[in-house]
């Protein structure tokens, strides 16, 4: 999705215009999500670009959506634009860093519960 959305209208308020932005991003996001995955993919990963144009837009995760076009709306912009676009991806394991417990911390956390 690539669109500039309009924030503008005779007839309708300008929060509910925010809210059907909202609904649409929503419905868009449930949409590319519900999508057959391919067979080496685990999940659907989104590319975000969110600006008051195109040419200004800066690359966003896509958890930020909502808070973004609440902040569109607090600025009172008449028009913002939202790239969403899904790509395939894998899970990466994560490595798991070895933490030493120091000696201090230890003797710190022992002497505390002899005072308690």
């Keep these: 999705m690539k669109k500039t959305f309009t924030l503008s209208h005779p007839?309708?308020?300008?929060?509910?215009l925010i809210e059907a932005t909202k609904?649409?991003?929503?419905?868009?996001?449930?949409?590319?999500r519900n999508k057959s995955l391919p067979s080496y993919?685990?999940?659907?990963?989104f590319d975000c670009k969110f600006g008051q144009s195109e040419d200004s837009a800066e690359v966003i995760h896509v958890a930020q959506i909502n808070e973004k076009i609440s902040f569109a709306e607090s600025q009172e912009w008449t028009q913002f634009y939202l790239e969403i676009l899904a790509k395939p991806e894998q899970r990466v394991k994560r490595e798991v860093l070895d933490v030493d417990t120091d000696d201090e911390d230890a003797d710190f956390h022992r002497g505390a519960d002899e005072e308690g």
């Design 11 to 16: 007839k309708i308020a300008y929060p509910r």
């Design 41 to 45: 993919a685990d999940f659907w990963g």
């Design 23 to 32: 609904g649409e991003v929503k419905k868009y996001l449930k949409r590319e």
